[in-house]
């Protein structure tokens, strides 16, 4: 079944403890992105991959990081959480497709989330 | 800058009443535009798009340039489409971005 799996999908953990919330996609897709989900604001995404080896911030990369090992895997990396990170995270996945504008692609998959809370 | 506008943070209708979830964007270049889908306890999903032009699970969204709008529709909503509605623009910058809206609850009584 093709499907984008983050782990875990619940974590509570301290201001200060280095965290990584992990995900796999099992569809050989290009591109990988992390976005955040919070009330009145929606999702804007953090940092996205275009590649293996290929990463880029998005709209909100404060206090994250993130890597692109392997086709599969985009984990996302918390240094140093604060409680402003408390959050709902997604990954999303999808195919690039080099058309007419580079990176044209079709439409993006996402993980069943992870909700993150700092204390 | 592009922004996608979703106005209601909650719609509640009864079963059988017609729905209309609404999006407003604002974008300079030319607009691809979804709607996404989140099911209680689950993960968001594609539910169409407006180069498409199809409908599905009875839902239908077009795109109006004049307006900026791509509202999402249903003659007749179930209990079962209750859930949170996002509206997303894809922004090309010459790689993918999806500019979402902050969501729509859509919540459909018996």
């Known amino acids: 079944e093709a499907q984008v799996t983050q782990n875990p999908r619940y974590l509570i953990t301290v201001t200060g403890k280095k965290l990584t919330v992990t995900c796999s996609q099992n569809?050989?897709?290009?591109?990988m992105s992390w976005y955040r989900q919070d009330p009145g604001l929606g999702l804007r995404q953090i940092y996205y991959?275009?590649?293996?080896?290929?990463?880029d911030k998005g709209d909100v990369p404060e206090g994250y990081k993130v890597s692109r090992k392997e086709k599969r895997n985009f984990p996302l990396i918390l240094e140093s959480p604060s409680p402003n990170q408390t959050s709902l995270y997604f990954c999303?996945?999808?195919?690039?497709?080099?058309?007419?504008?580079?990176?044209?692609?079709?439409?993006?998959?996402f993980g069943q989330g992870t909700r993150l809370t700092v204390v | 800058a592009q922004r996608v506008t979703q106005p209601e943070k909650l719609l509640s209708v009864f079963k059988g009443a017609p729905v209309e979830l609404k999006c407003n964007y604002s974008?300079?270049?030319?607009?691809?535009l979804f709607w996404y889908v989140q099911y209680s306890r689950q993960r968001l999903q594609l539910l169409l798009r407006?180069?498409s032009r199809e409908s599905i699970k009875g839902f239908t969204a077009d795109l109006n340039k004049g307006e900026t709008s791509f509202h999402l529709k249903k003659p007749f909503a179930q209990e079962e489409d209750s859930a949170m509605y996002y509206c997303?623009?894809?922004?090309?910058?010459?790689?993918?971005?999806?500019?979402f809206g902050t969501g729509t609850r859509l919540l459909v009584s018996p």
């Open positions: 999303a996945s999808s195919f690039l497709i080099r058309g007419g504008l580079r990176g044209l692609n079709t439409e993006a998959f």
């Open positions: 569809m050989n897709h290009e591109y």
């Open positions: 991959s275009m590649n293996v080896e290929v990463t």
């Open positions: 974008y300079s270049g030319s607009p691809e």
């Open positions: 407006h180069i």
């Open positions: 997303a623009l894809k922004v090309n910058t010459g790689f993918q971005k999806l500019v």
